[in-house]
């Protein structure tokens, strides 16, 4: 993508003023798009991203600056006015690039890029045909197709250089049901570190089939009572609360600055014993995986909290200086146009040794949270505040009657010492998730598990 020649010379340039490192990080992104609404193609959109990043550490000041014209002369200008605002004395270097190779784990069958375009609308089709013969309550279907091969280059003057290509596919169903002027929707969107193989392997229709089960099932809904309660949360996306109100915490992005709940606690109980939590990005063809990240470090698998205790952070290159702590590979960006910093990949809950049937047998009363919505975080304080797409009461140890409307509300670090039963039917969930660095894939997971005690916000009390 740069020639060896180039790369030191921006490098030397980013250094001229001093600094203790400099980086290069190169992207070439293919993205390609179809939309339909209520069975008609919208829009269909196929781009290119490419760019160049530089990055420069004097300790932990940083300067970044970005281009997408890789003229040569172009890019030791960006690198040395970005050198300019270093106060510091010139060096000289010399550079001796060893490439680190990557090994694939990740292997691609079909290529996006060598499938039709009626290919991918017939998947589509399908999908929108599966939701909308379900039931006549459903007046709105809008499904999204995307795939992106991206291709990243990466050196820095340690002498590192090395080169990835990261092939993604994602398809997201979202079914509207409409009665007496209610409107409640259903919403799945799997996707994988895979090509077009991946429609092979999964159905979508079942897909769209059972979004168009939640959102017809919660508009006949009576709606939820609120309280405090037991709450059962489901395996398939329920993991987003300990994505959303723990993870974030977990990151060195505010760990390093003493923001987070979990600063300064490792080796310390933040968790019931039954927790185990762990971020893994070598994990084959998962949405959230890559043989490296966004800084060129190996993925790696980082047990986080191990039987209720503090065993890690997720670390980026800058906030480990400032920690004195080594990267975990954890260093992710969305594009050139933004520096690393720490993200999740695959983040989940370990599973224990409960059958969920039996932690729904156990539990007199509560809330069965089946699916998972939307929701707020205050990543500082862990107080959430999330949406349960479709839900259930539980009485006297059986599933009962679904109730719409329900949330839940607490503390991530509370969440995580409430919980009592985790289930042995560990699942994966795909997200998009936003941050400083932009918005990157990531998985969602855990088994079944109970939270002993929780606040559940509704219309009327139980």
């Known amino acids: 993508m740069l020639k060896k020649s180039l790369i030191a ?12 490192f400099a980086e290069i990080f190169v992207e070439d992104k293919n993205n390609n798009s179809i939309k339909m609404v209520s069975g008609e193609i919208e829009k269909a959109n196929s781009g290119r991203d490419y760019g160049i990043g530089i990055r420069i550490f004097n300790d932990t000041n940083t300067i970044y600056a970005y281009t997408n014209e890789d003229d040569p002369d172009n890019l030791i200008s960006i690198a040395r006015e970005a050198a300019s605002a270093l106060d510091t004395s010139s060096i000289d270097l010399k550079f001796n690039f060893q490439k680190k190779e990557v090994e694939n784990v990740h292997p691609i069958k079909l290529h996006p890029d060598n499938q039709s375009q009626q290919k991918k609308v017939d998947l589509l089709e399908y999908a929108h045909h599966s939701a ?54 259903g919403y799945f969107a799997p996707g994988a570190h895979k090509g077009f193989e991946f429609y092979d392997e999964i159905d979508i229709g079942k897909y769209a089939e059972e979004a168009a ?32 109100a723990c993870g974030h915490g ?20 933040v968790a019931s014993e039954l927790v185990t939590a762990i971020d893994d990005g070598t994990i084959p063809n998962a949405w959230g995986s890559q043989s490296i990240d966004d800084e060129g470090n190996s993925s790696q698998r980082n047990i986080l909290i191990e039987n209720g205790i503090l065993k890690g952070y997720l670390i980026d290159r800058l906030n480990g200086i400032r920690m004195d702590m080594k990267p975990t590979g954890s260093g992710r960006r969305q594009s050139y146009k933004y520096a690393p910093t720490s993200r999740m990949t695959n983040t989940y809950i370990d599973a224990g040794e409960s ?39 539980i009485k006297n140890g059986e599933i009962t009657k679904p109730v719409k409307g329900a949330t839940l509300i607490g503390k ?7 919980i009592d039963m985790v289930g042995n039917n560990l699942a994966h969930g795909q997200g998009m998730c936003g941050s400083i660095s932009g918005s990157i894939p990531t998985n969602v997971g855990q088994p079944t598990i109970r939270v002993s005690n929780l606040t559940v916000g509704g219309r009327k009390e139980k």
Do not use: W
């Open 250 to 269: 977990l990151e060195a992005t505010s760990v390093a600055k003493k923001t987070s709940v979990f600063a300064d606690k490792l080796e310390q109980k």
């Open 355 to 393: 059958d969920p049937e039996e932690i729904i047998s156990s539990t007199d009363y509560g809330l069965y949270a089946k699916y998972m919505g939307g929701g707020s975080v205050d990543p500082a304080t862990g107080e959430f505040n999330f949406n349960v797409r479709e839900g259930y009461l």
């Open 412 to 418: 991530g670090i509370d969440i995580l010492k409430k």
């Open 213 to 244: 089960k939640t959102a017809v099932t919660m508009v006949k809904a009576d709606f939820c009572p609120g309280g405090q309660m037991p709450v059962v949360i489901n395996n398939k996306f329920g993991g987003v609360i300990f994505h959303e």
């Open 132 to 185: 909308a013969d379900y039931d006549g309550l459903i007046n709105q279907i809008i499904i999204n197709y995307v795939d992106t091969v991206q291709k990243v280059l990466i050196a820095n003057s340690e002498g590192l250089l090395t080169e990835d290509e990261r092939v993604r596919t994602r398809t997201s169903v979202q079914v509207v049901a409409t009665r007496n002027g209610d409107k409640q929707t």
């Open 9 to 20: 010379d921006v490098l030397s340039a980013s250094l001229e003023n001093g600094g203790d």
